[in-house]
């Protein structure tokens, strides 16, 4: 008999969350089966392969859409055609590297020339180290270096951001496949209680509670908050909490693009302005938070496809730096 997998094993072996795997699940990108004595889902060993394909086209910066076609598609040239377009991007992001490290080079060369950034020296600088381009107006070069720092800029667009404080309703689950089960049942509390009438404003934030791992099997916890007026009733499986705002560092995913927690953490570590400010514990993410945005709006128009489901915002805590 073929040795199946479970969710946690997989989940562990291959460093991905297991609401990842349920994402690539519904996207139709890998496959699992449930044995008739055993309540979980349950992994071959060619689903693992195939989800282990997967991972490896994300670390190549491939979005899923594309990770599809690659993966289904029977005709080379379609296959072919995503790679290429990729190798693209990466050429004009090594472009761009490249003249602003050119750049850097001469500044370093001419140090001794304390007033080179203030000077239209810098200008002809750019016109003259920009490839291919010698013969560009000066405002066309200063162009270039513009594009060249949105290009690089925008991997990695960290926001700050203060929350206020606020009063949510909190509905938090233990279980199987617990954002599912919270998301529902939030979205359902929404439309009944007609809150975005209430609060046009609204807002949904969510957190592991407690992370994969810390439980037996694969069982873990997941709460939602969503803001509300205070005095707004509430059912009676949820609690009425306030929070007390604060710092954020901010990060805009595509779902499920959450590897981007890392990198985000990666910023807060190396930023000279700010430190991480956890607050909790692990047990609750030591206070990070997933925004989902227009989540209360969707939930209350009944979740239509118009193109504003899917965008979270990871939300890191912070705090500034002594000086």
């Known amino acids: 008999m073929e040795k ?4 946690t094993q997989v989940s562990r072996a291959c460093g991905v969350s297991t609401r990842m795997l349920r994402y690539y699940e519904k996207q139709g990108l890998i496959a699992s089966s449930r044995r008739e004595d055993y309540a979980y889902r349950m992994y071959t060993a060619e689903d693992v392969t195939r989800l282990v394909q997967i991972l490896v086209l994300r670390k190549l910066r491939i979005p899923l859409r594309d990770i599809a076609v690659i993966l289904q598609e029977k005709d080379p040239s379609r296959r072919q055609e995503v790679y290429r377009r990729h190798i693209d991007q990466i050429d004009q992001e090594t472009e761009a590297l490249g003249l602003i490290r050119n750049i850097l080079q001469r500044l370093a060369d001419h140090t001794d020339d304390p007033v080179l950034l203030l000077s239209p020296e810098l200008t002809e600088l750019t016109e003259a180290l920009a ?13 270039d270096l513009n594009n060249a720092s949105q290009v690089l800029e925008e991997k990695l667009n960290v926001r700050i951001v203060h929350l206020p404080p606020c009063t949510v309703a909190s509905y938090h689950y233990i279980g199987k496949d617990p954002e599912e089960v919270v998301g529902n049942r939030v979205s359902r509390f929404i439309q009944e209680s007609k809150l975005y009438e209430a609060k046009p404003d ?5 957190f592991n509670h407690p992370n994969p791992g810390v439980l037996e099997g694969d069982l873990h916890g997941y709460e939602d908050w969503v803001t509300i007026p205070e005095d707004f009733p ?3 499986d949820f609690t009425r909490q306030h929070f007390p705002g604060g710092l954020y560092a901010v990060l805009t995913i595509r779902f499920p ?5 890392w990198n985000l953490n990666q910023w ?3 930023s000279e302005e700010f430190d991480i400010d956890w607050r909790g514990d692990e047990n609750t993410m030591g206070g990070c938070l997933e925004e989902h945005l227009n989540w209360v709006r969707s939930a209350h128009l009944g979740n239509p496809s118009d193109g504003t489901d899917g965008q979270i915002d990871l939300m890191f ?3 500034r730096r002594n000086p």
């Open 4 to 7: 199946l997998l479970t969710v």
């Open 131 to 143: 490839p291919a381009k010698t013969n560009l107006k000066e405002e066309a070069s200063m162009s």
């Open 202 to 206: 609204a807002r949904m934030f969510g």
């Open 234 to 236: 509430l059912p009676e």
């Open 257 to 261: 693009e959450f590897q981007y927690w």
């Open 268 to 270: 807060v570590e190396k």
């Open 317 to 319: 805590p912070i705090k």
